[in-house]
């Protein structure tokens, strides 16, 4: 229900500014890749202005993206870590437990002790 929702009132008056951009800027502009000259450039692209700017606006985000994701790389490195030493823990946890229930008496529930692991709550 939220997903179309947020469809109707967000993306749907998106695509019609969007479209409306296009619309309003369809000139046509040269693109050079030639630094020195700028009257007869060795390398030049003629395209929509609207198409050069979502071009510019995807490889921002495919840029930012992926600076974003290497600068991550630490916190995903610690999260790995922490997540193996949970592991271990548990079945740290799961041996003791095991050892537990071989000392004890079974027939006196009082006495039964038990190791828990309680995530932490957020």
Do not use: C
């Amino acid at each position: 229900m939220i997903r179309k929702l947020a469809f109707w009132l967000v993306l749907v008056p998106l695509a019609i500014v969007i479209l409306m951009f296009a619309v309003a800027n369809r000139e046509v502009v040269t693109v050079s890749f030639d630094p020195f000259s700028s009257h007869q450039p060795a390398a030049s692209v003629r395209v929509p202005l609207f198409v050069l700017i979502f071009i510019l606006v995807i490889l921002g985000v495919i840029i930012g993206g992926v600076a974003s994701w290497l600068r991550q790389g630490k916190h995903r490195r610690a999260a790995r870590v922490h997540r193996s030493h949970v592991v271990a823990l548990r079945g740290e946890i799961d041996s003791l437990n095991t050892k537990l229930a071989d000392t004890v008496d079974m027939q006196s529930p009082e006495r039964t002790a038990r190791l828990a692991y309680r995530p932490p709550s957020n």
